[in-house]
């Protein structure tokens, strides 16, 4: 990936509370654990070493247990808390060669920062908590209303503009929250736990709304959560913490099939793989393929060799051209074919690479035949057989494999 795609990069970050915080890092780095260090010194070590990436409109997951560091690190990223070494690079500027009212003005239009318990002032109306982050950037009053209702809008709060917070249900709190964060239409956007407060059911209809909101504002996320589910639903990548230090990034499959150790894969337990994993993450080579211009008699030797009822075709770029059944095959050698044009039957299930597998359970039930897996030129990446398909669905039990 090329550095201009990368909106921000953390590199060998630590933030370590109480005195002396610098002399702790070689304790750290002489494999103390972060216990051993409080006791011995009285410093938390609060973020260890971490060094990650964040692509440009990206949403990158932090999760981890509580008091693992997620919010030291994402206060680190946009200096509210100061990094004790390493370096944060915003569009690779360095955060630490701002001084203190670039910094703020960094603050103030790029990073946009939603709370978990939602941070609303009681006294101001849903609008005047909106337009609170224009007021100090001066912008005036018209411009300000004009832009707070347009945010109201895109977060569905359209009408409840003159409502007070303590009127609002928590979820509509958040959506304020949200919009607060948006109006001053900024790069980036820092969540902590903006949803860990609310009900299981408000949660979810935030999760799905902001997966539409992101999908049209395409912001550069850093989304924080200690909720496994919510990480693989919105993450691209997820960055696992533990004691301070990243334990794993991925993509979800990778942290759902790959658990780093036995930290994630406490996680990933649970998970509902049916939703987590993709045709991709569970395709097979398929035992044997057929291609276009073989005669019928060798598809057939071929198919007795396996024992196999059934053989994808392919042409010669490799792209799915159906599928022969062993009786076809056999009823063409007896009429003398010499390809297999006649007998192909060309619409066997298939699926894209990226579908989750749980949607594939409709097409293997309804036939024997392993569903076709492809790319988006139609090219056999490989098959999915129902037992395959039955294996991985459940919850992960990656710790039983
Ligand atoms: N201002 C602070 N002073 C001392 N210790 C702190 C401070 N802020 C956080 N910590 C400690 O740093 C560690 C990480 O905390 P935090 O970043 O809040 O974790 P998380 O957000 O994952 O729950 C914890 O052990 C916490 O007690
Ligand atoms: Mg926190």
Not at 53 to 77: A, D, H, N, W, Y
Not at 89 to 95: L, N, S, T, V, Y
Request: proline share 5%; hydrophobic share 40%; net charge negative.
């Amino acid at each position: 990936m090329s550095s201009n795609n990368i909106k921000i990069s953390c590199q060998n970050l630590w933030k370590i509370f109480g005195p002396h915080p610098e002399k702790v890092i070689s304790f750290c780095t002489d494999g103390l654990s972060k216990e051993n260090i409080f006791q011995n010194t009285g410093c938390v070590v609060a973020v260890s070493d971490v060094s990650l990436e964040v692509p440009k409109g990206e949403v990158f997951v932090i999760m981890g247990l509580s008091g693992s560091g997620k919010s030291t690190l994402l206060r680190c990223i946009n200096r509210l808390v100061e990094p004790t070494q390493g370096e944060v690079f915003i569009d690779g500027e360095p955060m630490s060669g701002l001084n203190e009212k670039k910094l703020i003005q960094v603050r103030r239009k790029k990073l946009g920062m939603v709370f978990q318990h939602f941070g609303l002032l009681p006294h101001r109306r849903v609008i005047d908590n909106v337009v609170y982050g224009l007021e100090v950037q001066g912008i005036d009053k018209a411009e300000r209303a004009e832009w707070a209702l347009k945010t109201l809008d895109l977060v569905g709060l359209s009408g409840w503009e003159d409502s007070y917070p303590d009127q609002l249900s928590g979820g509509m709190q958040q959506r304020v929250g949200l919009a607060r964060a948006l109006v001053i239409e900024p790069d980036i956007l820092l969540m902590d736990e903006p949803f860990s407060a609310l009900d299981p059911l408000i949660r979810r209809q935030m999760q799905d709304e902001f997966i539409k909101l992101h999908e049209v504002l395409g912001k550069t996320v850093i989304f924080i959560t200690h909720d496994l589910i919510e990480a693989l639903k919105l993450g691209k990548h997820i960055a696992v913490m533990k004691d301070g230090r990243i334990i794993q990034i991925g993509t979800p499959q990778d942290i759902v099939t790959k658990p780093a150790d036995d930290y994630v894969t406490d996680f990933v337990r649970d998970v509902p793989t049916g939703k987590v994993l993709q045709a991709g993450n569970i395709v097979e080579e398929p035992s044997q393929l057929a291609t276009m211009d073989q005669e019928p008699g060798v598809v057939l030797s071929t198919m007795e060799a396996k024992a196999v009822e059934n053989l994808f075709v392919v042409d010669s770029e490799h792209k799915l051209k159906g599928l022969v059944m062993m009786a076809d095959v056999a009823e063409a050698v007896h009429r003398g074919e010499t390809n297999l044009n006649g007998i192909i039957k060309a619409d066997p299930a298939v699926t894209e690479a990226d579908r989750p597998i749980e949607q594939l359970i409709p097409m293997a039930v309804a036939s024997d035949i392993p569903i076709a897996v492809v790319d988006q030129q139609k090219r056999l990446l490989g098959v999915v057989s129902r037992v395959s398909l039955l294996s991985h669905i459940g919850t992960s039990g990656v710790a039983d494999r």
